[in-house]
């Protein structure tokens, strides 16, 4: 039998699965694909890692491992969902909720006292930030919009908010002893290993991470961003944003960056409450209130502290509000400023969308205003003053004309940054940190301080070959120039450019407009090319995949979550990832409050398609093929009808765009000529859906409006989640005709 993986994940996503699903099985089944799904939620991770602290009953497989392995096959057919990539706070809340659901699961351990406490930080940590998706992704990224779904756009276009030539709003990074600044980088020159090392001032050796393997040709690459330069970069734009009138934000990655981001952003929250730390940083350090965990927890844990203490810290709390510049809010109704978690605020999806609205983001009194948007390195920061400068030129971009800018990014394997996380470190003490190979050879080496941040990645060589393969195939069959982001003045990128030069002679070329430019240039390039309407491919590594495939979306589809993305394994099996939408944590808010969810699902449309195209092509499954067909036309029809959810309870929700879907994906079943036997089996369920459409539109709407109880947000219970998101006793019936 066809076999298709759907993933279960987090929060708007995962409580969406509960609705859509069962439509998928039912469908599916006519073509003899079974559907099965893997938990791979946050909760899930938890508990597959801590099952000796548990019942048997309680304890559950690996299912991010088995997947992991899976990819690794011709077999892998796998849609993969948006997921939490958990910042502490959120670590720590799941963990919280399951201890609450009856899960003996231990505490996180800030500060580790024994080995078994140092041994449940280290499982914990592997769960934290960007743990699934490098175990997925054994394959390159291809994101696009598609035809449909651009049209629509262009039909429909969604709000822009109108620029200024007197906008202040701007980018500012570090010009010198950042990540990109202190960059090294060196080929493999054959089969070995390499093992990361601190030499102190003594010359005693600590050992950072122990010997692992590496290939020839791989690019290996380490660098070192300064405590102390990175805390006077800071502080010199508190004073900017201050003196300049603007609101003062910083943008990170304090969820796929795991280890380095929430370091940073711990030194911003230190620079713009600076009198806090300097009074009482030793206190709040002794009772384990980090700066890196945000403003919230240091709040929250303050209870611990003696009153005095208590007293004082909230009163330089508000000083720092009152004498600093305004900052950007989460939430200015409920007080919630940018610097309160460190996940709320992600550069990838906080620059477009503040470029979508004028420049601005909301500040403690409600109302838009210009910003200093901080990106402390400078690899990529550039990109964005780009695109603001243009927008201060030439106004807002309108989505009725723009181009589009599909992505090929290289990302197979851990490549790039996001292969950090267990090669990144805080340096406690002085010294020289070394990348050594077998023999004990220095291959790089920096000077480093305490509390400079260190960190090495590795980019393998079969990637980076697939990565090249798969932007010229791309190029021919889209007809469109393809670019390479790629700075020849950074040590990284000129080891991929000479490897993307040697790599691109393996293939046919011919009439192929291939570029190779620096972000910075490669971004003004597209931009004017957007503006005329013409199309770009944007090739780039694993981070900067990340941004720019919320960048141009964001402003050309309103949002990331309608991309196609396609990641052909390679190997042969295919994953398909349902968009860049994040995991919405605001639309489960909603829900529970008045039981209207909004997450479109667009994505999962997307990719079950061609899923189930993958699947006829690797098992000649032509009926496989038909539904891939008809769920396009249907998901085209969607799309005109406009009948993605509303944002507002009473109107149109999650629940009601998968009614339509399955109405519009019924009727094209029933009237293909492929397949008359399939075509006659749906014949009917066309009809009922068709005829029933005021009775399931309005048990939809009934339930609108109340609270709603799923039984927990990381790990909802099966029976309520089920209830909750299935309302409508029609439609199911209908659905259920189909098993």
């Given at each position: 039998?066809?076999?298709?993986?759907?993933?279960?994940?987090?929060?708007?996503?995962?409580?969406?699965?509960?609705?859509?699903?069962?439509?998928?099985?039912?469908?599916?089944?006519?073509?003899?694909?079974?559907?099965?799904?893997?938990?791979?939620?946050?909760?899930?991770?938890?508990?597959?890692?801590?099952?000796?602290?548990?019942?048997?009953?309680?304890?559950?497989?690996?299912?991010?491992?088995?997947?992991?392995?899976?990819?690794?096959?011709?077999?892998?057919?796998?849609?993969?969902?948006?997921?939490?990539?958990?910042?502490?706070?959120?670590?720590?809340?799941?963990?919280?909720?399951?201890?609450?659901?009856?899960?003996?699961?231990?505490?996180?351990?800030?500060?580790?006292?024994?080995?078994?406490?140092?041994?449940?930080?280290?499982?914990?940590?592997?769960?934290?930030?960007?743990?699934?998706?490098?175990?997925?992704?054994?394959?390159?990224?291809?994101?696009?919009?598609?035809?449909?779904?651009?049209?629509?756009?262009?039909?429909?276009?969604?709000?822009?908010?109108?620029?200024?030539?007197?906008?202040?709003?701007?980018?500012?990074?570090?010009?010198?002893?950042?990540?990109?600044?202190?960059?090294?980088?060196?080929?493999?020159?054959?089969?070995?290993?390499?093992?990361?090392?601190?030499?102190r001032e003594d010359g005693s050796v600590k050992v950072l991470k122990k010997a692992f393997p590496v290939l020839a040709g791989e690019v290996i690459d380490g660098t070192v961003m300064r405590a102390a330069a990175?805390?006077?970069?800071?502080?010199?734009?508190?004073?900017?944003?201050?003196?300049?009138?603007?609101?003062?934000?910083?943008?990170?990655?304090?969820?796929?960056?795991?280890?380095?981001?929430?370091?940073?952003?711990?030194?911003?929250?230190?620079?713009?409450?600076?009198?806090?730390?300097?009074?009482?940083?030793?206190?709040?350090?002794?009772?384990?209130?980090?700066?890196?965990?945000?403003?919230?927890?240091?709040?929250?844990?303050?209870?611990?502290?003696?009153?005095?203490?208590?007293?004082?810290?909230?009163a330089l709390i508000q000083k720092g509000l009152d004498d600093g510049p305004a900052l950007a809010m989460v939430d200015s109704d409920k007080g919630i400023t940018s610097l309160n978690v460190p996940s709320d605020i992600i550069v990838d999806a906080s620059m477009p969308a503040m470029i979508r609205t004028s420049?601005?983001?909301?500040?403690?009194?409600?109302?838009?205003?210009?910003?200093?948007?901080?990106?402390?390195?400078?690899?990529?920061?550039?990109?964005?003053?780009?695109?603001?400068?243009?927008?201060?030129?030439?106004?807002?971009?309108?989505?009725?004309?723009?181009?589009?800018?599909?992505?090929?990014?290289?990302?197979?394997?851990?490549?790039?940054?996001?292969?950090?996380?267990?090669?990144?470190?805080?340096?406690?003490?002085?010294?020289?940190?070394?990348?050594?190979?077998?023999?004990?050879?220095?291959?790089?080496?920096?000077?480093?301080?305490?509390?400079?941040?260190?960190?090495?990645?590795?980019?393998?060589?079969?990637?980076?070959?697939?990565?090249?393969?798969?932007?010229?195939?791309?190029?021919?069959?889209?007809?469109?120039?393809?670019?390479?982001?790629?700075?020849?003045?950074?040590?990284?990128?000129?080891?991929?450019?000479?490897?993307?030069?040697?790599?691109?002679?393996?293939?046919?070329?011919?009439?192929?407009?291939?570029?190779?430019?620096?972000?910075?240039?490669?971004?003004?390039?597209?931009?004017?090319?957007?503006?005329?309407?013409?199309?770009?491919?944007?090739?780039?590594?694993?981070?900067?995949?990340?941004?720019?495939?919320?960048?141009?979306?964001?402003?050309?589809?309103?949002?990331?979550?309608?991309?196609?993305?396609?990641?052909?394994?390679?190997?042969?099996?295919?994953?398909?990832?349902?968009?860049?939408?994040?995991?919405?944590?605001?639309?489960?808010?909603?829900?529970?409050?008045?039981?209207?969810?909004?997450?479109?699902?667009?994505?999962?449309?997307?990719?079950?398609?061609?899923?189930?195209?993958?699947?006829?092509?690797?098992?000649?499954?032509?009926?496989?093929?038909?539904?891939?067909?008809?769920?396009?036309?249907?998901?085209?029809?969607?799309?005109?009808?406009?009948?993605?959810?509303?944002?507002?309870?009473?109107?149109?929700?999650?629940?009601?765009?998968?009614?339509?879907?399955?109405?519009?994906?019924?009727?094209?079943?029933?009237?293909?000529?492929?397949?008359?036997?399939?075509?006659?089996?749906?014949?009917?369920?066309?009809?009922?859906?068709?005829?029933?459409?005021?009775?399931?539109?309005?048990?939809?709407?009934?339930?609108?409006?109340?609270?709603?109880?799923?039984?927990?947000?990381?790990?909802?219970?099966?029976?309520?989640?089920?209830?909750?998101?299935?309302?409508?006793?029609?439609?199911?019936?209908?659905?259920?005709?189909?098993?």
């Amino acid at each position: 039998m066809s076999k298709i993986i759907y993933t279960h994940t987090d929060e708007a996503p995962m409580l969406a699965t509960y609705s859509f699903l069962p439509i998928i099985e039912a469908f599916a089944s006519t073509a003899g694909v079974e559907v099965e799904t893997r938990d791979i939620s946050l909760a899930g991770r938890i508990i597959s890692v801590f099952g000796y602290y548990l019942t048997p009953e309680q304890q559950i497989g690996d299912a991010l491992a088995e997947l992991g392995e899976l990819a690794k096959t011709p077999d892998a057919n796998i849609i993969k969902l948006p997921n939490i990539s958990a910042s502490i706070p959120q670590l720590k809340a799941a963990v919280a909720e399951l201890q609450g659901q009856g899960y003996n699961l231990p505490d996180y351990p800030d500060n580790p006292s024994s080995d078994e406490e140092t041994a449940v930080r280290s499982r914990y940590d592997k769960i934290k930030g960007s743990a699934v998706n490098p175990v997925l992704r054994e394959g390159n990224s291809d994101r696009r919009a598609p035809l449909s779904v651009k049209n629509y756009a262009r039909q429909n276009p969604h709000s822009m908010g109108a620029w200024s030539a007197d906008s202040k709003t701007n980018v500012a990074h570090m010009t010198a002893d950042d990540f990109r600044a202190n960059e090294k980088s060196v080929v493999i020159e054959s089969d070995g290993t390499i093992a990361l090392q601190l030499v102190r001032e003594d010359g005693s050796v600590k050992v950072l991470k122990k010997a692992f393997p590496v290939l020839a040709g791989e690019v290996i690459d380490g660098t070192v961003m300064r405590a102390a330069a990175l805390d006077e970069f800071l502080a010199a734009q508190v004073v900017r944003a201050k003196e300049e009138g603007v609101l003062f934000s910083a943008h990170l990655k304090a969820t796929m960056m795991k280890v380095s981001d929430p370091i940073i952003f711990g030194h911003v929250v230190k620079a713009y409450f600076s009198e806090l730390f300097e009074t009482y940083g030793k206190q709040l350090t002794a009772a384990g209130l980090s700066p890196n965990n945000g403003l919230a927890a240091i709040l929250s844990g303050l209870e611990e502290l003696p009153e005095d203490v208590r007293a004082g810290v909230k009163a330089l709390i508000q000083k720092g509000l009152d004498d600093g510049p305004a900052l950007a809010m989460v939430d200015s109704d409920k007080g919630i400023t940018s610097l309160n978690v460190p996940s709320d605020i992600i550069v990838d999806a906080s620059m477009p969308a503040m470029i979508r609205t004028s420049g601005h983001m909301w500040g403690p009194d409600g109302q838009e205003a210009d910003t200093l948007a901080v990106l402390p390195d400078s690899s990529y920061a550039g990109i964005y003053q780009v695109v603001l400068d243009d927008c201060r030129a030439h106004g807002a971009f309108d989505p009725t004309t723009m181009g589009t800018v599909p992505n090929v990014g290289l990302m197979a394997q851990a490549a790039e940054e996001y292969g950090s996380h267990d090669k990144t470190f805080e340096i406690q003490e002085a010294g020289t940190v070394q990348i050594v190979d077998g023999s004990g050879a220095v291959l790089i080496e920096h000077e480093v301080a305490p509390g400079d941040i260190w960190r090495a990645c590795q980019t393998k060589d079969a990637p980076i070959r697939d990565w090249v393969k798969l932007a010229v195939t791309r190029a021919r069959a889209s007809k469109t120039p393809a670019v390479f982001w790629l700075d020849e003045t950074r040590a990284h990128d000129t080891n991929l450019i000479a490897k993307v030069n040697e790599y691109l002679k393996d293939h046919d070329t011919e009439g192929l407009q291939i570029e190779i430019m620096s972000p910075v240039k490669a971004t003004a390039f597209t931009l004017e090319r957007i503006r005329k309407g013409e199309d770009t491919i944007s090739v780039s590594g694993n981070v900067l995949r990340d941004y720019l495939t919320d960048l141009f979306p964001i402003l050309e589809l309103g949002t990331s979550a309608k991309m196609l993305s396609v990641v052909p394994l390679m190997n042969g099996g295919g994953l398909f990832e349902t968009g860049a939408g994040g995991s919405a944590p605001k639309h489960v808010q909603q829900l529970l409050k008045e039981n209207h969810l909004r997450w479109d699902s667009l994505g999962e449309f997307l990719a079950l398609a061609v899923s189930f195209e993958h699947l006829a092509t690797t098992t000649n499954n032509a009926r496989a093929q038909v539904l891939a067909d008809t769920l396009d036309k249907a998901t085209g029809t969607f799309l005109l009808e406009n009948k993605s959810p509303s944002r507002r309870a009473g109107e149109l929700d999650n629940r009601g765009s998968h009614y339509f879907l399955a109405r519009y994906w019924a009727e094209e079943l029933a009237k293909q000529t492929e397949d008359a036997e399939l075509a006659a089996s749906f014949a009917a369920v066309a009809k009922e859906l068709s005829s029933n459409e005021d009775t399931i539109v309005g048990e939809l709407a009934a339930v609108q409006g109340s609270a709603v109880d799923v039984g927990g947000y990381y790990r909802p219970d099966e029976a309520k989640a089920s209830a909750v998101m299935r309302p409508s006793a029609t439609l199911n019936r209908v659905i259920a005709t189909l098993n």
